[in-house]
């Protein structure tokens, strides 16, 4: 076996334990499908240099999306907080293309929306009649009826000009669930007032939201919510989805349409008593749901992590819900990380705003038996706000031909899923380390992890995949740092290659938890090899990586 490699040199200090990114089989690794510079294009509005993704991205059904950016705003400013992107783009860059960046709403004497005909510059331009109250909305979630016909199911803050950090009142202020309106494909939209409330309107206090699936006719929508008891929990409402279209055609929202479930039932008013399902989920529900080919309906939570989220991991999970009991039960991690992978300087950061989407590019609460998992990931949350937005494909079921480093890993046999380990420079295979659960060879340090490996002092490491059939395969992988320690370590500098040829290369900070990502599609023939490799910069000190590549025959 020859081998041509890209880098070479080597060194580290001990090492954490690995926390496992992906942990699923049939979960494909992660890319970056946008990436800091691409969430923060100015081209379109300057204000987009300080912003940050601030909802899930939401698929409109046209091969574009709609998404919410928080932006930093100077208290004179407020309340101008946000910006709304429509953007184009495949399934691996939905940022590639944007198409307009539009404030919320022009503003009247008291700050809150009024109607306007400038539908160039505010993303809603119109409010039902008695909406004068409305001051800040964020999409969550689209539904797609046919036509140019859109609903958006509408997260709301500072109702009434609350909040701001006013005493006693948050950032947020009063919220609400809300629902808009689009006959234009989205470009402009109408707000039809609010359909779910928080129980007694305690402040601060943030409804989270929206997941949304279609049931036997029904929308049934997903918020947090507060009982009697004081006790939080996430609620969940339903309409008939052609009774509140119909309504939306008339510019408003109908009469009592919208039920909350409550501890007697179903109720009309807005701001009953929810009560709340058993299993309800972990984390935040600023994500999406859906119904699979499968018959089930998923829904994704997510959470931060550091000492005001009093977490010690970062995760997206996938549920499924009982459509008749509406009870949650996990399913999968499609990301878990812990605390050690992230920079402890930094303000905050972790896994938020998971979206649902289709690869057949279907908009209605409806995916196949594959589908595209999104979250933004945030290095920090402080100014500059390095983010990135990730992209996942889970599949229902672990599909034939799919190859994935961590897929089988434990077994601690080499050849395991075509799957071998080795050092670079000398190409030997590594011995399996039954008591720390990894791959290394006399080089204590240069380790393969099940989804991770770190370098060594004189060498580094190589992970081996041969193909056992000719076709073509997709491969895809991020590598980023997993142990980003201040003042340790000069980075990795890692490479990809096809037998002789490179195909991906570069190298990763010690604090880049985002990394650097490819998604290629690859022609082998059985017995060809691929090679992920990576060695130390000047030195090997905590030269720890997340790098979990999948190959999928395609």
Same mark, same amino acid.
């Given at each position: 076996?020859?081998?041509?490699?890209?880098?070479?040199?080597?060194?580290?200090?001990?090492?954490?334990?690995?926390?496992?990114?992906?942990?699923?089989?049939?979960?494909?690794?992660?890319?970056?499908?946008?990436?800091?510079? *691409?969430?923060?294009?100015?081209? !379109?509005?300057?204000?987009?240099?300080?912003?940050?993704? +601030? &909802? #899930?991205? %939401?698929?409109?059904?046209?091969?574009?999306?709609?998404?919410?950016?928080?932006?930093?705003?100077?208290? *004179?400013?407020?309340?101008e907080t !946000?910006?709304?992107?429509?953007?184009?783009?495949?399934? +691996? &860059? #939905?940022? %590639?293309?944007?198409?307009?960046?539009?404030?919320?709403?022009?503003?009247?004497?008291?700050?809150?929306?009024?109607?306007?005909?400038?539908?160039?510059?505010?993303?809603?331009?119109?409010?039902?009649?008695?909406?004068?109250?409305?001051?800040n909305l964020w999409?969550?979630?689209?539904?797609?009826?046919?036509?140019?016909?859109?609903?958006?199911f509408i997260h709301e803050e500072n109702v009434g000009y609350t909040g701001f950090n006013a005493p006693g009142q948050g950032w947020e202020?009063?919220?609400?669930?809300?629902?808009?309106?689009?006959?234009?494909s989205g470009n402009t939209w109408k707000y039809l007032g609010r359909i779910a409330s928080p129980h007694q309107d305690p402040m601060p206090f943030n409804v989270q939201g929206t997941p949304y699936f279609v049931h036997e006719g029904h929308f049934y929508i997903w918020y947090k919510d507060r009982n009697a008891s004081g006790i939080e929990g996430y609620a969940v409402s339903k309409a008939d989805v052609s009774s509140v279209l119909t309504a939306a055609r008339a510019g408003h929202l109908g009469s009592n349409l919208w039920q909350k479930k409550t501890p007697s039932g179903w109720n009309s008013n807005i701001a009953s008593e929810p009560a709340f399902p058993a299993g309800a989920a972990e984390g935040v529900i600023h994500s999406q749901a859906a119904r699979a080919a499968d018959g089930n309906y998923y829904m994704l939570s997510t959470i931060m992590v550091?000492?005001?989220?009093?977490?010690?991991?970062?995760?997206?999970?996938?549920?499924?819900?009982?459509?008749?009991?509406?009870?949650?039960?996990?399913?999968?991690?499609?990301?878990?990380?812990?605390?050690?992978?992230?920079?402890?300087?930094?303000?905050?950061?972790?896994?938020?705003?998971?979206?649902?989407?289709d690869p057949e590019g279907r908009a209605n609460g409806e995916v196949g038996s594959s589908f595209y998992v999104y979250s933004g990931k945030f290095q920090d949350t402080a100014a500059p706000f390095k983010q990135a937005l990730y992209q996942w494909q889970v599949n229902l079921s672990p599909p034939p031909g799919f190859y994935k480093q961590s897929r089988g890993f434990p077994s601690g046999t080499q050849g395991q899923n075509h799957w071998n380990y080795a050092a670079v420079l000398s190409g030997n295979h590594m011995s399996w380390n039954g008591g720390g659960f990894w791959w290394q060879p006399t080089d204590i340090y240069n380790r393969i992890y099940n989804g991770g490996a770190s370098t060594g002092q004189n060498d580094g490491f190589l992970m081996i995949w041969t193909a056992p059939q000719t076709g073509n395969v997709r491969v895809r992988q991020t590598v980023r740092s997993a142990q980003p320690t201040p003042s340790c370590g000069d980075g990795v500098l890692f490479a990809f290659q096809k037998n002789a040829s490179v195909l991906f290369s570069g190298s990763v900070a010690w604090d880049d938890t985002l990394g650097h990502s490819s998604s290629l599609n690859v022609p082998v023939t059985a017995g060809d090899q691929l090679y992920f490799y990576g060695t130390k910069g000047g030195n090997n000190y905590c030269d720890n990586l997340f790098w979990d590549p999948s190959i999928a025959y395609q």
């Amino acid at each position: 076996m020859k081998h041509r490699w890209f880098c070479a040199s080597l060194f580290l200090l001990s090492l954490s334990a690995h926390a496992q990114m992906t942990p699923a089989d049939n979960v494909s690794s992660p890319i970056i499908a946008a990436n800091n510079a *691409a969430l923060k294009n100015t081209s !379109l509005d300057p204000a987009m240099a300080d912003a940050w993704l +601030d &909802a #899930p991205l %939401s698929a409109n059904g046209d091969g574009c999306y709609l998404a919410t950016h928080g932006k930093i705003t100077p208290q *004179a400013e407020y309340p101008e907080t !946000l910006r709304h992107i429509r953007t184009c783009g495949g399934f +691996d &860059a #939905p940022y %590639s293309n944007p198409q307009w960046v539009k404030k919320t709403c022009q503003r009247g004497m008291t700050k809150s929306c009024v109607n306007t005909s400038a539908t160039g510059t505010y993303a809603f331009t119109s409010f039902a009649s008695g909406l004068t109250d409305v001051v800040n909305l964020w999409f969550t979630s689209i539904h797609h009826p046919g036509g140019s016909e859109r609903l958006a199911f509408i997260h709301e803050e500072n109702v009434g000009y609350t909040g701001f950090n006013a005493p006693g009142q948050g950032w947020e202020g009063r919220t609400r669930i809300g629902l808009a309106y689009s006959n234009d494909s989205g470009n402009t939209w109408k707000y039809l007032g609010r359909i779910a409330s928080p129980h007694q309107d305690p402040m601060p206090f943030n409804v989270q939201g929206t997941p949304y699936f279609v049931h036997e006719g029904h929308f049934y929508i997903w918020y947090k919510d507060r009982n009697a008891s004081g006790i939080e929990g996430y609620a969940v409402s339903k309409a008939d989805v052609s009774s509140v279209l119909t309504a939306a055609r008339a510019g408003h929202l109908g009469s009592n349409l919208w039920q909350k479930k409550t501890p007697s039932g179903w109720n009309s008013n807005i701001a009953s008593e929810p009560a709340f399902p058993a299993g309800a989920a972990e984390g935040v529900i600023h994500s999406q749901a859906a119904r699979a080919a499968d018959g089930n309906y998923y829904m994704l939570s997510t959470i931060m992590v550091g000492s005001s989220w009093g977490t010690t991991s970062t995760y997206v999970q996938l549920f499924t819900i009982d459509p008749t009991t509406l009870a949650w039960t996990k399913k999968m991690h499609v990301v878990n990380e812990g605390s050690a992978a992230f920079d402890p300087s930094a303000a905050g950061k972790g896994y938020q705003y998971a979206s649902i989407v289709d690869p057949e590019g279907r908009a209605n609460g409806e995916v196949g038996s594959s589908f595209y998992v999104y979250s933004g990931k945030f290095q920090d949350t402080a100014a500059p706000f390095k983010q990135a937005l990730y992209q996942w494909q889970v599949n229902l079921s672990p599909p034939p031909g799919f190859y994935k480093q961590s897929r089988g890993f434990p077994s601690g046999t080499q050849g395991q899923n075509h799957w071998n380990y080795a050092a670079v420079l000398s190409g030997n295979h590594m011995s399996w380390n039954g008591g720390g659960f990894w791959w290394q060879p006399t080089d204590i340090y240069n380790r393969i992890y099940n989804g991770g490996a770190s370098t060594g002092q004189n060498d580094g490491f190589l992970m081996i995949w041969t193909a056992p059939q000719t076709g073509n395969v997709r491969v895809r992988q991020t590598v980023r740092s997993a142990q980003p320690t201040p003042s340790c370590g000069d980075g990795v500098l890692f490479a990809f290659q096809k037998n002789a040829s490179v195909l991906f290369s570069g190298s990763v900070a010690w604090d880049d938890t985002l990394g650097h990502s490819s998604s290629l599609n690859v022609p082998v023939t059985a017995g060809d090899q691929l090679y992920f490799y990576g060695t130390k910069g000047g030195n090997n000190y905590c030269d720890n990586l997340f790098w979990d590549p999948s190959i999928a025959y395609q």
